[in-house]
């Protein structure tokens, strides 16, 4: 609260710090968030790491803000009061994050939090006399979100980028210590049933982390520490629907302000253009290639932008999909399998498939499930590719390789039905994955899958519409965020 010079009271408008996740499947919902609450009266500062903006900036050809095409595009001619600043994750920006995965989240654990809480400083002291910075909104997988939050007197707000599913097993892995499940040597293979909100779970159906017995990785430490700093957290918000999750969801709300806000989409929908470019990668044009297939004949194939395949996993996918005699899109990072493996695929593989195929390094992955020409998608299982398939009504093939991946593919072939498993062993075998993407692409299963995913489509969609689901759980958390802004500045200037 500002003084007039009467002495009255006035309301300065709420400024956001917000800090997404430095990985692609994390930054790209953070973005479309970060545009919804500047387009409801905030004045949000979007801080990416030096080399997310690096990878962005090659990417587009363009070392701009990566919001400065959507200020000038703004409705109405009002433009949006987003800001851009970097901050570096403590890693030069030549260091292989890919190749040297530990490192990098070793990084994000013991260093980069000084870096944040000295931009964090700077914006808080640059505040003008018309606005306080009073809120720092942060991914949950960080580790310092509430501390700073409390040592700059900022309201908190924890993104969450994953289904509530996985949140609760984090939330409650407390629980799952206590009952035998993890941390322990003899640990208990029979369901979970006693997580609330979860009528019942197999540990296989847990996440990749969760089920491993080494508890003392980095990316343990990060998601045990995280979640311990959660807990300090005013609000969470979540990339997933009330309708998708609704138990698993009631019961958190039981036991903190936590808000399922989505799904979170660009407002312009995927067949234009974002005026926002968030790819890290130089974006492969697909649809003249695929305007020229038939209605529903395409699969489409991606293993997300940050996940490895074992090496002859990805062969025998590749022997299968020829197998298979169906056509495809492939996304084929050159690090998929490791930056020092670049060409992963079967020697003639490439030309055997020429005329039913499109290998792409990357592509705007919206555009393509949008396009009349897909027909399913042989996916990693990834939240973010979860949801965009499910809002364009495309089934899905599960093959997940890890952390959150095991347990949306639980919700996708077990819950909702909308998708089948690629392979129902350890290893792949080009057999099962041809015999599996038949059954995706044609007959009764197909069409049965796709019956279901529409439905799906259907409670994304109405949780979005002005009384949906989402659309007031979004509105009541503005109005609860901007009331505890309020009284938080209210306390300070006491």
Avoid at 51 to 79: C, M, N, Q, W
Avoid at 361 to 382: D, M, N, P, Y
Wanted: with cysteine.
């Amino acid at each position: 609260m500002a003084e007039t010079q009467d002495g009255r009271r006035r309301h300065r408008k709420p400024h956001a710090i917000f800090i997404p996740y430095p990985l692609q499947g994390h930054v790209i919902p953070s973005v479309h968030l970060a545009v919804k609450l500047a387009s409801h009266g905030f004045t949000v500062t979007f801080v990416n790491t030096h080399y997310i903006h690096h990878k962005i900036s090659t990417a587009t050809g363009s070392g701009a803000d990566v919001f400065s095409k959507l200020r000038e595009s703004s409705p109405g001619g009002e433009s949006l009061d987003i800001r851009y600043a970097t901050v570096s994750d403590g890693l030069p920006l030549g260091f292989d994050r890919s190749l040297n995965h530990d490192q990098f989240m070793a990084s994000l654990l013991h260093v980069f939090s000084a870096h944040v809480e000295e931009l964090v400083a700077g914006i808080v002291a640059s505040g003008g006399e018309d606005e306080e910075v009073s809120c720092l909104i942060a991914d949950t997988f960080f580790v310092w979100p509430a501390k700073v939050a409390k040592k700059f007197g900022l309201v908190c707000v924890s993104f969450w980028t994953e289904p509530a599913l996985v949140y609760t097993l984090y939330h409650h892995v407390h629980l799952l210590r206590q009952n035998g499940h993890f941390g322990c040597q003899d640990r208990r293979e029979d369901a979970i049933e006693y997580i609330p909100g979860v009528a019942s779970i197999e540990p296989k159906d847990t996440t990749s982390y969760l089920q491993e017995a080494n508890e003392t990785s980095v990316c343990h430490q990060i998601i045990f520490t995280a979640f311990q700093d959660a807990r300090g957290a005013d609000f969470v918000v979540a990339n997933t629907v009330q309708e998708l999750e609704a138990e698993t969801i009631s019961a958190l709300q039981a036991q903190m302000s936590y808000y399922a806000i989505g799904p979170i989409f660009p407002p312009a929908g995927f067949t234009n253009k974002s005026a926002v470019r968030t790819s890290l990668w130089s974006e492969s044009d697909c649809s003249h290639w695929l305007d020229t297939r038939k209605p529903g004949s395409v699969l489409y194939v991606s293993f997300g932008s940050y996940a490895h395949v074992e090496k002859p996993d990805l062969v025998e996918i590749a022997r299968g999909l020829a197998l298979s005699g169906v056509s495809f899109v492939w996304v084929l990072r050159d690090d998929i399998v490791s930056s020092d493996d670049p060409n992963p695929l079967p020697v003639g593989f490439r030309e055997e498939v020429s005329d039913r195929s499109m290998i792409v390094g990357w592509c705007s992955q919206k555009e393509v499930l949008a396009h009349r020409a897909i027909g399913g998608f042989l996916t990693h299982c990834g939240w973010n590719s979860i949801l965009e398939a499910a809002w364009c009504g495309v089934p899905l093939l599960c093959f997940p390789l890890y952390t959150d991946q095991f347990t949306n593919r639980k919700l996708v072939v077990d819950d909702w039905k909308v998708g089948i498993n690629l392979i129902d062993c350890k290893a792949a075998r080009k057999e099962d994955v041809a015999r599996n993407i038949g059954r995706l692409m044609g007959g009764d299963l197909g069409d049965e899958l796709r019956k279901r995913v529409k439905e799906v489509k259907k409670t994304l969609a109405s949780a979005l519409e002005s009384n949906g689901s989402s659309a007031r759980n979004f509105g009541q958390f503005v109005e609860e965020l901007k009331n505890k802004i309020q009284t938080t500045g209210e306390r300070r200037s006491e």
